[in-house]
């Protein structure tokens, strides 16, 4: 399996640097103006065209995608890459989410361009881009784009139902059982599980089954109140660890470039296992290629593709550049003992003695419990719009409410299921959703380049 995730790493980072390419870095020249874009919450409903449409605004189709891919790997991920590739794994990452940013501002361009007009909104996504797109040309793709498009939607809408909602319910249920052991050793961590599973339904339920919008509206709420909750704890305890940043930093970059013979006389192991899960862990934080954001964005009442695209490239980069880096410091500039090798070895628990290191009290190990099962809740409600999504293009808008009923009532299933099974069942089904869509980004990237051009000589 980790020889897979490596090559579908080299893979989607070949695929991201041949975007960026042809989009002329747009990613990074433009980043400015995404941020700004992102921050000025007044402006954020200019190119809507009626409020009472429905659909998202951008800001909320920002929301909901961020909170899909902020999850534990942003926090226990972080660690176990240090654990796995050290510290210069956390380089790979950065360079991952650089060329992430590009690809995800090319799959949000096409899923608005692309996307259908439905009773209720919008329906649009890889899907969309994949069967219309590439519809266009004459050859044997062009005359098969229809099945691809199916196949993306089943593999995403099965990596919702269980890559996302088992094992992102299952963490909330393995955090609720750590608060209630710190507080009552005796406590029954079985009926903790059933009773976590349930709140966690009807939390997601009541949200999930009101369509869309509401889903936009409860992500506008808890994403920033979430994110910046978390990075400001992290500010606060790289202040009390501030003589240990720059080293930390020295040992990423050492990390990330400096061979040295490994256990076995290896050369250059450690460059080599750094680089396969910083890029395997960037991509698996912030989503881009697999095609599930565009889904949220396509959702937006905008008539502007490359506006909405600004917001993907701040997704990426809040996500990775920001969230993920601020794990990393705060772990590394804690100077706490690091079992380097040790894949078994509990990211979670690492985070938490780095936090202990700067802060004293309990409140602590309930920040950080607290802290992943926001992140893991918010990941069930951004997933839940991708599967109604795919569940829309197969089977019609009909099929969205079952399908938000059963997304529920998995929650409960998940809470006390083994999950160690689906974790590797949702990691294949992501790559496979990744595969018609990176070929369609790629076959499509003219048409992207021509709107990134155009945005770029009207902005100037």
């Not at 065209?49 to 991920?77: D, M, V």
Request: aromatic share 12%.
């Amino acid at each position: 399996m980790n020889e897979f995730k490596s090559v579908f790493a080299i893979i989607l980072l070949v695929s991201g640097i041949y975007l960026s390419n042809r989009h002329r870095w747009f990613q990074l020249s433009n980043l400015g103006a995404s941020i700004r874009t992102c921050l000025d919450f007044r402006k954020q409903n200019r190119g809507i065209k009626k409020k009472s449409e429905q659909g998202l605004t951008p800001f909320q189709a920002l929301a909901t995608a961020l909170g899909g891919s902020i999850g534990t790997a942003n926090i226990a991920g972080v660690a176990g890459a240090i654990v796995i590739g050290g510290p210069g794994a956390i380089f790979w990452m950065w360079f991952a989410a650089i060329i992430g940013m590009g690809v995800k501002f090319s799959e949000i361009v096409l899923a608005i361009k692309y996307r259908e007009r439905t009773d209720n909104g919008y329906i649009g996504g890889a899907m969309l881009y994949i069967e219309k797109g590439l519809g266009k040309r004459r050859d044997f793709i062009g005359r098969h784009t229809k099945p691809l498009a199916c196949c993306f939607a089943v593999f995403g809408a099965l990596a919702a139902l269980f890559g996302t909602t088992l094992v992102q319910s299952n963490t909330i249920a393995l955090s609720a059982c750590d608060l209630f052991f710190s507080v009552s050793p005796e406590a029954n961590w079985g009926i903790i599980k059933l009773i976590s599973g349930a709140i966690t339904a009807v939390l997601v339920g009541i949200v999930v089954i009101g369509g869309v919008q509401r889903i936009g509206k409860a992500s506008e709420i808890i994403v920033p109140f979430m994110a910046l909750g978390y990075v400001l704890v992290c500010i606060i305890a790289l202040y009390r660890f501030r003589s240990g940043i720059i080293p930390a930093f020295k040992l990423i970059f050492e990390g990330a470039f400096a061979v040295r013979s490994a256990a076995g006389g290896f050369i250059g192991f450690g460059i080599v296992q750094a680089f396969r899960t910083g890029v395997a862990r960037g991509v698996y934080s912030n989503e881009a290629g697999i095609g599930s954001a565009p889904m949220a964005h396509a959702c937006v009442n905008t008539t502007d593709p490359v506006k909405q695209g600004l917001y993907g490239i701040f997704e990426v980069f809040a996500d990775t550049i920001i969230i993920c880096t601020m794990s990393a410091l705060v772990l590394l500039a804690s100077n706490t003992s690091i079992p380097f090798g040790e894949a078994s070895a509990s990211g979670t628990r690492l985070m938490l003695f780095a936090f202990q290191s700067a802060f004293s009290g309990e409140w602590v190990g309930y920040f950080l419990s607290f802290s992943i099962i926001l992140f893991a809740y918010t990941s069930i409600l951004g997933w839940a719009v991708y599967g109604r999504q795919c569940i829309s293009y197969l089977f019609g808008k009909k099929s969205e409410q079952p399908f938000a009923i059963v997304y529920t009532l998995l929650c409960i299933v998940g809470a006390i299921a083994q999950v160690d099974a689906v974790w590797t069942a949702g990691e294949c089904l992501n790559f496979l959703m990744a595969i018609p869509n990176l070929l369609a980004l790629i076959l499509l990237s003219g048409e992207v380049r021509r709107e990134s051009l155009a945005y770029s000589q009207f902005s100037n």
